[in-house]
Every structure is written in C-alpha cells, then in structure tokens.
Antibody, heavy 119, light 110 residues
C-alpha cells in the first residue's frame, strides 16, 4: 500500500526557513517523479514544485522560484522541500504527491503538513 | 487567478447528474492529459479521473471524464450526499513547465 507521510511543518517568522520531508513507502520511490502541492486556508490547490525520478531535473512555480528547493534521497525514500525567505502568503498545508508516468498527474497524496508564516 | 477555469460551485439533487467544466489553453489542456481530483472536507485530494477519461481502481463508474480541444469536463451521475466535495482539474503546462490546477468547484447535493 502506498503511503506518503509529510513532516516538518510549523510556525515560522517571516523571512525564516523550514525544511519539509515526505517519507514514502509501498512503492519503488526511485521510479517516480514527486511533487509538492500546497493549499492556503480556505483556498484551492496550488502546484509548487516537482522533481524527476533521479533528481536531475526540477521545476518550480514562479511564486517560489529562488526561495524553495526541492530534492530527494532515493536511498532513504524521502522527498524534501527546503523553504527559505518565507512570506505570509506561503502559509498553507503542503502535500507531497506521487506522479506516475508524467508530471502534472498525482495518483497518491500524503495527508499534508501545515506551515504557518507569522510574527 | 488559476490557469485553468472552473465554475466556483454547482449543485443538484440526489440521484441527478452534474457536470463540471475546466477551461484552459493549447499549452496545457490542449496538448496534455487532464486529471480530476476530489477533496472531501478536511482531507487530502484524491485522484478521480486521469488521462482525460480513465478511472483508477476503486472509483465507481458514476464518475466520468472527457476532453475536447482546450476544455475538459467531469461528469457525476446518480449523485449522493457523500459526493459533496471540492473538485479540481489539473494538468501540465508545456510552455511554462509547471503543473496547473483549476480554482476548484464546490459540489452541493441538495
């Protein structure tokens, strides 16, 4: 059974940093691209970033480019999102999702981790 | 402002049928597969339809998808109160090299 478990969320001050993790199990992690999607309180889904199976290619939304870095450790079956220079508008639940076969498709999602940026 | 356009809300009575539209452009829906996601209150999104019209295992055939040009449609027949949720369309934008979602449609089963 596929399982994705996000962690690392919490309260951080504007300008601060946070690193999210997503522990994957139940599938061969290194065979799949992975994605971060966020959802601000009461708002819709926003695609944030994606990374190819080997980690050689990464993609970012304009809203986070230059501030967020996606990475993965296939030996640990773990996806990461390093978030720097955080802003109030980054406040959201962050989901990691598995992308089977193509970017832009997400067949399994984690339960999400809440990031709150506030002073 | 979402790249893909969905109606904010739709409603219908139990047992009836409803459709939710998703409009995009040639760089996203026009040249890529569309997927649909259901988000029940307080839960993570769940894949409902992929590759325009395919259903993952376990998704009932009451749910269907179609695509024509730069638009896609989700159909739900035999509406149940348990179908009340937010529905999102999604795809890849080949020009921007980013994933894109619609703004979401809240389904109310009256």
């Amino acid at each position: 059974e596929v399982h994705l478990l996000e962690s690392g969320g919490g309260l951080v001050q504007p300008g601060g940093s946070l690193r999210l993790s997503c522990a994957a199990s139940g599938f061969t992690f290194s065979n799949y691209a992975m994605t971060w999607v966020r959802q601000a309180p009461g708002k819709g889904l926003e695609w944030v970033s994606a990374i190819r199976e080997s980690g050689d290619r990464t993609f970012y939304a304009d809203s986070v480019k230059g501030r967020f870095t996606i990475s993965r450790d296939n030996s640990k079956n773990t996806l990461y999102l390093q978030m720097n220079s955080l802003r109030a508008e980054d406040t959201a639940v962050y989901y990691c999702a598995k992308s089977p076969g193509r970017l832009g498709l997400f067949d399994f999602w984690g339960q999400g981790t809440l990031v709150t940026v506030s002073s | 402002q979402s790249v893909l356009t969905q109606p904010p809300s739709v409603s219908a009575a139990p047992g009836q049928k409803v459709t939710i539209s998703c409009s995009g452009s040639s760089s996203n829906i026009g040249n890529n597969y569309v997927s649909w996601y259901q988000q029940l209150p307080g839960t993570a999104p769940k894949l409902l339809i992929y590759d325009n019209n395919k259903r993952p295992s376990g998704i009932p055939d009451r749910f269907s998808g179609s695509k024509s040009g730069t638009s896609a449609t989700l159909g739900i027949t035999g509406l149940q109160t348990g179908d009340e949720a937010d529905y999102y369309c999604g795809t890849w934008d080949s020009s921007l090299s980013v994933g894109v979602f619609g703004g979401g449609t809240k389904l109310t089963v009256l």
